[in-house]
């Protein structure tokens, strides 16, 4: 990772930070319409962000974030407060910045990795030196050799110089465990306490200090405790270890700043979490809080210091955030009177909490940054700043609202998920997109904004977006509904809703198509080979074609992304007939419409031998397809460049295939090659 380069941002860029509102009062910038007649343009969409990750200084001074800095790449620049002068901090020539956080008042962590494996090397940078200092080398096989790396535990936010990983002790060493590593040196010294044979899972208090583990034990996994450093650890709670990864009945949120007040998660059967605070020395929870998390929850809002829960996020068919505290709910209702219309969240504080980030988001807007200052705005500084956006092409005008919906599954089951529609579908068919997210377990579609779904209502279609069973935030008995159901019950969730779109009279039944990656494009494979008449083609963007693959995972065969075997085996099925019967791979010949098929080529999730495999039976039975094969990307395009070209393909192919009704054209076999521009 290149750590030495800078480069100014350019004026225009930095006039837009400079942005401000003279009061506690704000309004969206107008929207930048396209010309008249004219589509939004793709790169609207899935360019890199203009900014994102926000983030203040402890002590308010500065503001840091991620944006382009005309590398190609993402990098850091950091806005000085009082002075409005902003400049660029590091700018990689050879990776995306994709991480990074403030360790005290002159220094920063982040990282990034290479050609989209997932594993990151990590710098820190001294501000007041601009020296740079390596942490931690990115692991790109897990067979490497004595490789110098580092996943991180926890940031450790109120310990200014050392953050807890997990990893080897040294360059030369592969004594791998949890260690404590200085950001200011490199140096790794053995955390207390991560030495329990079984260790599934560990958390740390706030000076990295091992207090909480999840130990398996043949088919249970027991969570355990200590008082401190040198206590012994006492048993909690236990979870089977099949639901363990999914739905635990204890699950650790975060130490109070007293390191003994534990804020939890805990379930009881199959009713949903309460969060409550457990006081370690005593064995036992406190009166308050006791609060039903009646969806998924998201994150704890804790103030700054870590003395007081202010209150909680979490997720139904809508964000939501349930208060503990008056004064902060009194805060809050304050900014959401400046800026209506949009989910405000506090995003980073500065440690005297005078100054806060708010990002301010909706289903219709990306979101804008601003920077609220309690600290005496009669000195002449507003009391709401904007900063900037991270996407000032798609303002609340240009795009769609995504709304909550909910449809029966076949077996009575009812399915929650979203539905946008594109522009004039009033009282209109319009081709449909079934978009199944991926996962699939324990995951969900959120009310938000979305590139993806908005590029695809922007061309014309709707798109319903199924939290089929098997997601999260729904409860523990709907995600064991979807345990062994890949092709099956997920899938049959997906097909209901399309009859259910069509029942509805938004949806054409001659104009349906499924869309979708990872698990989503599992889906979309089993869509057009299991159901093949009921789409018009498919789009697979990283998808498992073939679960033989995904069952070898973990089995030492030099894959770092390792799946638990009992979780395959309860979860995905590991039944020789049944991975046959549920694998697209195998019924190929099945498939009557176009397809398009996506991949990268260093993907730790989905292996590359699901695209090979796949090809070959397409080849054979002469089904005609499309292809793009990026060689420097991983699961998912992380480059805008691949970004961009990938779904112009998209555009292209549903036009072709689903725009108009009755005319699908099935031409020849079409293999697109987008070599990685970035060969570093």
């Not at 402890?58 to 009082?82: K, N, Q, S, V, Y």
């Not at 030369?172 to 899972?201: C, H, N, P, W, Y």
């Not at 007040?261 to 969060?275: A, D, F, K």
């Not at 805008?640 to 009755?662: D, T």
């Amino acid at each position: 990772m290149t750590t030495n380069r800078f480069v100014p941002l350019c004026a225009a860029l930095a006039a837009t930070f400079l942005a401000a509102a003279p009061s506690l009062r704000a309004a969206d910038p107008a929207p930048a319409a396209p010309p008249s007649g004219a589509a939004i343009p793709i790169e609207h969409f899935f360019a890199d962000p203009a900014m994102r990750s926000l983030q203040l200084s402890p002590d308010g001074r500065h503001l840091t974030f991620l944006t382009t800095l005309g590398t190609g790449h993402i990098g850091i620049a950091m806005m000085d407060l009082e002075t409005g002068k902003t400049e660029a901090l590091v700018a990689a020539n050879d990776e995306n910045i994709s991480l990074y956080f403030w360790k005290g008042n002159d220094r920063i962590v982040y990282g990034g990795d290479l050609g989209g494996n997932e594993s990151l090397s990590l710098r820190s940078l001294k501000l007041s030196s601009r020296k740079v200092v390596p942490l931690a080398e990115s692991f790109k096989e897990l067979v490497a050799d004595r490789a110098n790396y580092a996943s991180i535990v926890d940031t450790l936010k109120l310990d200014p110089n050392h953050i807890l990983i997990q990893g080897n002790h040294t360059v030369a060493s592969m004594d791998f465990g949890i260690f404590l590593l200085d950001v200011r040196d490199g140096e790794r010294r053995k955390s207390q306490g991560a030495d329990v044979t079984g260790i599934r899972a560990v958390f740390s208090d706030n000076e990295g200090v091992v207090r909480a583990i999840d130990r398996r034990v043949g088919p249970t996994v027991i969570h355990e405790l200590r008082l401190d450093g040198k206590s012994t650890f006492f048993k909690v709670g236990e979870t089977p270890a099949d639901i363990a990864v999914g739905e635990p009945s204890w699950q650790p949120l975060a130490f109070a700043a007293d390191n003994q007040t534990l804020y939890v998660l805990t379930r009881e059967g199959s009713q949903p979490s309460h969060l409550r605070a457990y006081y370690v020395p005593k064995r036992a929870f406190l009166p308050e809080p006791d609060f039903v998390i009646a969806g998924e929850y998201t994150s704890l809002i804790q103030t700054q210091d870590r003395t007081k829960l202010l209150g909680v996020n979490y997720t139904t068919d809508l964000p939501h955030v349930h208060w503990f505290d008056a004064g902060r709910a009194q805060l809050q209702a304050k900014i959401d009177g400046a800026l209506p219309g949009t989910f405000n969240r506090i995003t980073s504080s500065s440690d005297d909490e005078q100054l806060h980030v708010i990002a301010a988001i909706s289903d219709r807007q990306p979101g804008v940054y601003y920077v609220l200052n309690l600290q005496n705005p009669a000195r002449g500084r507003p009391a709401i700043m904007m900063i900037g956006q991270i996407n000032p092409n798609l303002q609340p005008g240009l795009v769609q609202p995504m709304q909550p919906v909910s449809y029966p599954a076949r077996d009575g089951l009812t399915i929650h998920g979203y539905l946008t529609l594109p522009a004039g579908a009033a009282g209109h068919r319009v081709p449909l997109i079934i978009h199944p997210h991926g996962g699939p377990y324990g995951v969900r579609d959120e009310w938000g904004f979305d590139p993806e779904v908005q590029f695809l209502a922007s061309r014309g279609y709707a798109v319903l977006q199924p939290n089929y069973r098997g997601s999260g935030g729904y409860g523990l008995d709907f995600l064991l509904a979807g345990r062994h159901e890949w092709g099956g019950k997920m899938q049959d969730d997906l097909s209901d809703g399309v009859k259910w779109a069509i029942a509805q009279g938004f949806a054409d039944p001659a104009r349906v198509a499924i869309v979708g990656a990872s698990y989503g494009g599992y889906a979309a494979l089993a869509g057009v080979t299991f159901t093949p008449e009921l789409y018009c083609c498919a789009v697979n963007y990283v998808g498992v074609s073939d679960l033989n693959i995904i069952a070898g995972y973990g089995e030492g065969n030099g894959r770092r992304h390792g799946m638990d075997r009992t979780f395959y085996s309860k979860w995905i099925g590991d039944d020789a007939t049944y991975r046959h019967d549920r694998s697209p791979v195998n019924f190929v010949q099945n498939i009557r419409v176009p397809t398009l098929h996506a991949y990268g080529e260093n993907d730790p999730r989905v292996d590359i031998d699901n695209w090979k495999r796949l090809k070959a039976e397409l080849d054979r039975y002469n089904k005609p397809y499309e292809f793009v094969r990026e060689d420097n990307e991983g699961h998912g395009f992380r480059h805008e460049s691949a970004r961009v070209s990938f779904y112009r393909r998209v555009e292209e192919f549903l036009a072709k295939n689903l725009a108009h009704a009755g005319q699908v054209e099935v031409g020849p076999t079409k293999v697109i090659d987008l070599p990685a521009k970035d060969t570093h």
